[in-house]
């Protein structure tokens, strides 16, 4: 959004500060400028002068020397100049000896421009230069009357033939003027408009505001007999206003109109055009014209496109309709697409003599889907899409044809067709002083707050304590929409620093956020480094992992507009992302690496999607180099144990992962539930990721473990009475898992039993194929007495039974 502080101006006439002081001001107070442009920058000693006589230079044939008058006093200076459209009589722009400009061929850039200075110019003095519309730094956008190559002739306008010669010219070209860019939120849909940047620019500046006068317009017809509106889609236009001229004359919008319109980025065409996109840029209510004398029927239709429907845009290009887009049709075919461009078979052209305007409120969720879908982009779809006051078009529409006759470009017909069947009204809010105070942390009575609140043409009742919000502030809701505004009046930089208050803003780390804190505690304890991978999955990586067809984890959710291939579906698991990790460092030549990640995996319920996934939290390792798998599972006991789950977990080694090692894994199961496995990769999927070497991984469900977990640590004393130690050599088929004997153990030996430790595994040739000899150390203590040897010997007793009904025997 672009606005000249002179449009500016029009609206808040006592105006008064630099361009660096506007920015700064309007920023502060939530208009955001991005910068702006000096339009006068590097201009100096530019008068309008006169070329009183031309004589061709003597020694080059392309160059004249002109006799030009520089004041009203007669002084004349010598200028050379190789310009072919100057002719004695001409009033010209001319930069005098030692001034500067834009651009120039001369030598003697500098910071401040080029610097014009006496020389020669084949033997012959000249003492300044006569400036193109180039080197006064704009360009034929902005002036369309100047020549594209050659000096800018002022005496060939009307607007500038009487002016004074010596006058400032930059002055005369209305150059003395800064052009801002301003980044507007799509919430403030009125800001996207000149009279909308205004009222901000009154309030941050405590200036009046002073709007246009739109007075009745129209001749004593009716507008209802030239023409029909029938809105058929209304929840696609909820208003649609239609008004008609007659006897239009054609002709160039005068100079301030075009000025305007060219320093917004808009060239100027004709007044008819011209005013459409000026009413557009003040009000940000775009505007369109039809030749009515091309509309069958002199009817309006307001419906939705057909499928497949054909249509000639403006631009000449065919498109291609479809049913969910909104077109203006005449009673027999479309004519625009609705809120984007109109039709080439009812534009405005040089015989048109009567002429329909529309001002209407199209659904701007609509209009993006329809622009997006035909590949157009244009000024009016732009403020559409951000869903425009339906209690604005007739004032726009007035504001046109208002202009209309001031400009003599045609004849207003009485009335406006009017389809608007569900008035959008303005909403009351209460405001309450104190609230708005402890909000912001400030000491603001309310006189001053009213007097923000009636800048931006909120009406206040100071007795009900109510402010009504007018349907154009879109943004304003609720009371804390009025605590901003008065915080971005008051100042921000005004608002003193306080300390927030109140048991509620007590800080601290939910349960979540510390068992996850408490989990990179531990992991960067054994060596693990934190990395981040995408939460975008490539469809490849299941079939790295070998996941069979009918896998869970397969059944990902697919992204509609992806990055590409390699980001298409949102991740079920981690593993991918850290197995390239891990490949990575590993084909960077790194020795031992260990890498932990925590984050998200996406879980659908179902596919197509019905409702949102499950994300869950999972903290995956992985590792290659010195460890192996039991060092793996230490670090995901250490992790257990740290979050108080007091009870020996077991392990399942029918894990059932495709992507892990069949005999080097498992699953990690504690109280029922499983809350971890790990093991060794697969050495075909290793291969698959180019990782030479072998690599272990571990997947904690942090939930699971979240809701396991207990921090209800008690101190424990020193042991005061000795313990008692018994070592018991086993056999048992290979199947047998040491966890099942460990539980055997403490199961059956009681409360005495302080500690159960294997400390050797044993297969060979003195033992019967398909069995192990495992060694275990029990410790026994009480807490209360000594123990005897046969409180120990009975407990021993009961574990060898145990064990020995499960076919684990004492090694002999």
């Known amino acids: ?72 006093a007669g002084t004349e200076v010598q200028i050379v100049t190789g310009a072919p459209n100057v002719k004695e009589g001409d009033k010209v722009p001319v930069v005098l000896d030692g001034g500067h400009v834009a651009s120039s061929h001369k030598d003697g850039e ?20 006569m400036c193109s519309i180039d080197e006064l730094g704009s360009n034929t956008d902005m002036y369309p009357d100047a020549a594209e190559d050659g000096i800018y002739i002022l005496s060939d306008n009307p607007e500038y033939a009487d002016a004074p010669i010596g006058a400032d010219a930059v002055e005369l070209l209305g150059l003395h003027d800064v052009v801002f860019e301003y980044e507007v939120t799509s919430n403030r849909v009125d800001c996207f408009g000149q009279i909308g ?65 060219a320093s917004v980025g808009i060239r100027p065409i004709n007044n008819i055009v011209d005013i459409t996109n000026y009413v557009m840029e003040e009000y940000a209510q775009p505007m369109h014209a039809y030749d009515l004398d091309k509309l069958a029927d002199h009817k309006i239709i307001v419906r939705k496109a057909h499928k497949d429907e054909p249509f000639m845009t403006l631009d000449g290009q065919e498109r291609v309709l479809d049913d969910t887009m909104l077109v203006i049709c005449d009673g027999e075919k479309p004519v625009g697409v609705a809120g984007i461009m109109g039709g080439e078979n009812s534009k405005i052209t040089d015989d048109v003599t009567t002429m329909l305007f529309e001002a209407a409120t199209f659904d701007g969720t609509n209009i993006r889907k329809s622009g997006k879908k035909l590949g157009m982009r244009t000024d009016a779809q732009a403020k559409f899409e951000k869903g425009l006051d339906p209690n604005n078009a007739i004032d726009a529409m007035n504001r046109a044809c208002q202009l209309i006759e001031e400009l003599g470009a045609g004849e207003v017909v009485g009335g406006a067709v009017d389809v608007y ?9 209460t405001y309450n002083v104190e609230k708005i105070n ?8 309310e006189d001053t707050m009213v007097a923000y609140f009636k800048k931006l043409d909120l009406t206040v009742d100071r007795e009900k304590k109510e402010v009504l919000v007018p349907t154009w502030r879109q943004d304003l809701e609720r009371l804390a929409d009025l605590a901003e505004e008065v915080a971005r009046f008051f100042g921000y930089d005004n608002i003193p620093m306080t300390l927030p208050s109140g048991s509620a803003t007590a800080g601290g780390l939910s349960e979540k956020m510390q068992h996850e804190n408490m989990a990179r505690d531990i992991v960067e304890a054994y060596g693990f480094m934190e990395g ?28 509609m507009n992806p990055l590409g291939e390699d980001y298409s579906v949102m991740r079920t698991s981690a593993i991918g992302g850290m197995l390239t990790s891990l490949a990575t460092n590993y084909n960077r030549r790194n020795q031992n690496v260990r890498l932990y990640e925590l984050a998200n995996v996406y879980l659908p319920k179902s596919l197509p999607l019905t409702e949102l996934p499950e994300e869950q939290m999972q903290l995956t390792l992985g590792m290659y180099g010195e460890g192996d798998f039991f060092t793996m599972k230490g670090v995901v006991e250490s992790l257990m144990q740290r979050m108080g789950l007091k009870k020996a977990a077991k392990y399942d080694p029918q894990a059932g992962k495709s992507f892990l090692h069949p005999g080097r894994q498992a699953k990690v199961i504690y109280e029922g539930c499983e809350v971890a496995y790990l093991g060794e990769i697969h050495p075909e999927v290793l291969d698959n990721f180019s990782i030479g070497q072998k690599a272990y991984i571990a997947v904690v469900n942090m939930k699971q473990l979240s809701e396991l977990a207990s921090f209800d640590v008690k101190y424990v004393g020193i042991p005061k009475f000795p313990a008692m130690t018994r070592d018991i050599s086993l056999t048992m088929k290979k199947e047998v898992l040491a966890g099942d004997i460990e539980e055997t153990i403490r199961t059956k030996g009681g409360k005495l039993i302080e500690s159960v430790t294997l400390f050797d595994i044993y297969e060979g040739a003195q033992l019967t ?19 005897k040897d046969e409180e120990v010997n009975k407990a021993m007793d009961k574990i060898v039974r145990a064990l020995e009904e499960k076919e684990i025997v004492l090694r002999s």
């Open 532 to 559: 981040m991978t995408f939460s975008f999955e490539s469809p490849k990586v299941y079939d790295k992992l070998l996941l069979p067809a009918d896998d869970v984890l397969r059944k990902s959710i697919a992204i």
């Open 438 to 445: 402890a909000l912001l942390g400030t000491d603001i009575d």
């Open 197 to 261: 940047i205004a009222r901000e620019v009154a309030a941050t500046f405590r200036k009046d505001l002073v709007l246009p006068e739109v007075t009745e317009t129209g001749n004593g017809e009716n507008v209802n007999d030239y023409v029909s509106v029938e809105v058929q889609a209304p929840e696609l236009c909820s208003r649609y206003v239609a008004r008609v001229v007659k006897n239009i004359k054609l002709a160039p919008s005068p100079e301030w109109m075009q000025r305007r319109l």
């Open 110 to 129: 500098s910071e401040n421009g080029f610097k014009i200075k006496k020389g020669k110019l084949r033997g012959v003095d000249s003492f300044g230069m």
């Open 1 to 72: 959004m672009n606005s000249s502080i002179s449009w500016t101006k029009a609206y808040v006439p006592d105006l008064d500060c630099t361009a660096q002081e506007y920015m700064d001001a309007m920023t502060l107070s939530g208009t955001k400028v991005e910068g702006y442009t000096e339009l006068d920058k590097n201009l100096d000693k530019i008068v309008v002068g006169k070329i009183n006589k031309i004589e061709k230079h003597p020694d080059a044939d392309k160059l004249v020397i002109c006799q030009v008058q520089i004041d009203e």
């Open 421 to 429: 069947p569900v008035k959008k009204e303005p909403i009351t809010i």
């Open 769 to 787: 194929q398909g069995y192990k000899s495992m060694a275990y150390k029990i410790v026994f203590r009480a807490p209360d007495r000594t123990l």
